[in-house]
């Protein structure tokens, strides 16, 4: 089996149906070059964050011109497919239920050159109702693991035409608080091209809680590992560095973009609430 996020394993349909892709029709040859035109793999996916009142928001990465598109999207031109496993709809044997983009929040503070704050908010046309099921959001003080998942349609050069989801187990390596981030270090599995915007996940077997948006891997998943870190002595750590936007340091700007914020009593449960204000 070919494998997209390296070391990862194919996802089942419904396996994580907080996922989203978002896709648009462009002029484009940089992941097909022999197709002028094409359904163009924009690199993301939007993240489900709580149901509450019937309204599910999304979290998606949103890059402009410099990360993967070289120039901005009208967002009435991006539809988003949600519940499926399959990157491009049209290849998937069922159909998936698609959604328009209607606004796009992009964070204040991104930095295109760095893709520091590399997170936006994404409103869609309309609530989603059994198509895709939303993924617990963090506490402002949430516990990270050792051990975490992330999830994507991740690029493989050697099987362009098929980009299914896959998931891959990272491990933990450390936070970069000035930037809002986390980084993983993992030898043999990293994301790849193509999983940026997708979910890192803290998991227990039953309850799936986002802990970061993928953002970006230190060096092509066709290279070779490189050492990370310094030499003391004789120890140096081999593996695969990647960069996701921490949510847990968005969740105050998410309940101004959204309305949907955490509860007084989150720092136990986890629970959400809509600020009224921004209910009509």
């Keep these: 089996m070919k494998k997209r996020s390296l ?13 989203v892709s978002l896709i648009t029709s462009i002029s484009s040859t940089d992941f097909l070059p022999h197709t002028v035109s094409l359904q163009c793999d924009i690199d993301r996916q939007a993240i489900a964050c709580k149901e509450m009142s019937a309204v ?41 239920a698609s959604y ?49 998942v992330a999830v994507g349609y991740g690029f ?13 187990d990272l491990a933990f390596y450390k936070l970069d608080s000035y930037h809002d981030q986390l980084h993983t270090l993992t030898s043999g599995k990293s994301i790849c091209r193509g999983d940026s915007g997708g979910p890192l996940i803290k998991t227990n077997g039953t309850r799936y809680t986002l802990i970061g948006i993928t953002s970006s891997n230190g060096q092509t998943c066709e290279g070779p590992e490189v050492p990370q870190g310094y030499l003391y002595v004789v120890f140096l750590t081999i593996g695969r560095l990647n960069t996701f936007e921490d949510v847990r340091k968005y969740l105050d700007w998410i309940c101004e973009i959204t309305g949907v914020c955490p509860s007084p009593s989150s720092v136990s449960n986890a629970t959400y609430e809509i600020e009224s204000s921004e209910v009509e």
């Design 56 to 96: 599910i928001e999304f979290i998606a990465q949103y890059q402009d011109a410099q990360h993967d598109l070289y120039k901005p999207l009208d967002e009435a031109k991006v539809v988003m497919y949600v519940g499926g496993h399959c990157r491009f709809p049209s290849k998937c044997s069922y159909e998936s």
């Design 7 to 19: 070391g990862g394993v194919a996802a089942k349909r419904n396996d994580y149906p907080w996922i």
């Design 156 to 168: 493989n050069p050697n099987d362009k035409y098929r980009r299914l989801l896959h998931a891959v």
């Design 100 to 148: 328009r983009i209607v606004n796009m929040e992009i964070h204040p503070n991104y930095d295109s050159c760095n893709l520091y704050r590399d997170i936006a908010i994404a409103e869609i046309s309309e609530n989603v109702h059994s198509d895709g099921v939303p993924i617990c959001m963090p506490d402002v003080d949430e516990e990270i693991p050792s051990h975490l």
